[in-house]
């Protein structure tokens, strides 16, 4: 596997293996999936206005939703979120803020009786928030040096011609290994001597005693929507829709492990990794009324195509208790900064949606998304197959998977109205994958979460002062269980555990109130 471009802040250029910076599978997937967020009215009701229209929302669901309108509108949407991680008795949280919604619909009626309206819309849609902090400390059964070792290994059985020799991982005043195409977990490792060679060319850790290990992790950033929408209706039966999406990507990630051995001291290792981009994607939709009570749904959304920017750095602080060498002092080694640009497609998806409206008093909605994940890639700009190991892995290792969305609402008064809803997001990791942990990391953070299902719960009232002014209020619980590996698996050619890195058990849960204002003229 090789990656597309890597520049040093020691300001020369070079073209290096991706196998030290390439983003993976787990990356991937991270930026592929999409929180369930939007309007406080909608979000009251689980997320499921695909079928329904006339709000903000709606139309990132389903454009043909913007058809609904009959007036113009203005909205905004401010939400407040808690999110807290725990891991055995440890808990960590982060409070996050944000305007995740703010739009423009503009109605204009048409002289016609068969295509009485044409819509206009800008919306901006906060489809997901990175933020989180988790901390974490336990017994593993392997340390990560093994993993290091096995992966600088691996490294020179394939390549026999580039070999990763002790006099190669060492860096002098006049020699940077980082610069050369070696595995930087192997170069920061053996420089920290927290690896040594065995036989030829062949590493083992330092030592083998028995090892404890904390583990702190921040993560941060957002993925921001910006849809232009059109929509028209069709002799007021079937409603029709087109947006185009531009969407913003900023991730931030700061990891911290460290590893206590008995006798032989402790290290850390430490990473930081930002990501920048934009894509674009379209969306389709349409909906029907057979009946007045009745609206059928269904939307097509494109895939995402994103160009992305990575920039990585690492370093390992040793301090150990046995001098590896007679000179030895404890000491920070730093790997310097490597940029990398590359594309993502994140997969297609349908949602079929169904909801029922019994007079002025009674909504109730159903949404079901299907998208299938072994369809996101990720390419170099030049589309040279650097990154076909990696969509290997992706096509293997994830399935298709399905989100349900289900809500209500009841009109108690002219002016209120209270709501409550449930949504499911299934995890699409292949059973295989899920259970053993062995994902394709790659560059020098190996810390990575394999999430499992999620659930939420909601509710929220909603308040018309007069036919123009509306507020919306909503709460949001929700909770997901996930597996936090501290570096992935390996498994030997008959299938049988090598290197253990069992996961410790993450459990999940947010908080999130939002309120919505409104004005339609």
Known sequence: MKMNKITYTLLLFFVISGGLFAQGEIEAYNFSRKNISGTARSMGMGGAFGALGGDQTGISINPAGIAVYRSSEIVGTFDLSNNTSKVGNLKESVTDRALSNLGFVGYFPLRSDAVPLVNFGFTHHRQKSFSRKISAVGAPNNSLLYYIADRVNKYND???????????????????????????????????????????????????????????????????????????????????????????????????????????????????????????????????????????????????????TDMFSAETTDELSNAPVPDYKPATIQSGTATNYYNLTTPDKWVFSVATVLGNRFIASLDYEITDYSKMKLSTSNDNGWYDP??????????????????????????????????????????DFKEKGYAAVSGTN???????????????????FNANFFLDVALVYTTQKDDLYSFPSVYNDQNQLFIDGSPFSLDYSSWKGLVTLGYKF
């Open 390 to 431: 990696d969509n290997g892995y992706i096509s293997e290792d994830f399935k298709t998977a399905s989100t349900l969305r289900l809500g209500g609402e009841y009109r108690l008064t002219p002016k209120f109205s209270g709501r409550l809803g449930y949504a499911w997001i299934q995890n699409p990791y292949n059973s």
């Open 446 to 464: 190996t810390v990575y979460r394999m999430e499992g299902n999620t659930s939420l719960y909601t509710g929220g009232i909603g308040y018309r």
């Open 158 to 308: 394939e390549n026999p011609n580039h070999l990763a020799t002790p006099e190669k991982l060492w860096k002098t005043e006049d020699y940077n290994p980082f610069a050369d195409s070696y595995p930087w977990l192997g170069v920061l490792a053996y420089n920290s001597y927290l690896i040594k060679e065995s036989t030829n060319n062949a590493y083992i850790p330092f030592t083998d005693e028995a090892v404890r290990n904390d583990l702190y992790l921040t993560e941060s950033g957002y993925i921001d929507n910006y849809d232009f929408t059109i929509g028209t209706t069709i002799n007021n039966k079937l409603n029709l829709g087109l947006a185009l999406s531009v969407s913003s990507l900023s991730y931030n990630l700061y990891s911290d492990y460290r590893e206590d051995f008995v006798n032989a001291g402790h290290y850390y290792l430490t990473n930081w990794m930002n990501t920048t981009g934009s894509g674009f994607s379209a969306k389709v939709g349409a909906i029907y009324r057979p009946i007045h009570e009745l609206r059928i749904g269904v939307a097509y959304h494109t895939s995402t195509w994103y160009s992305l």
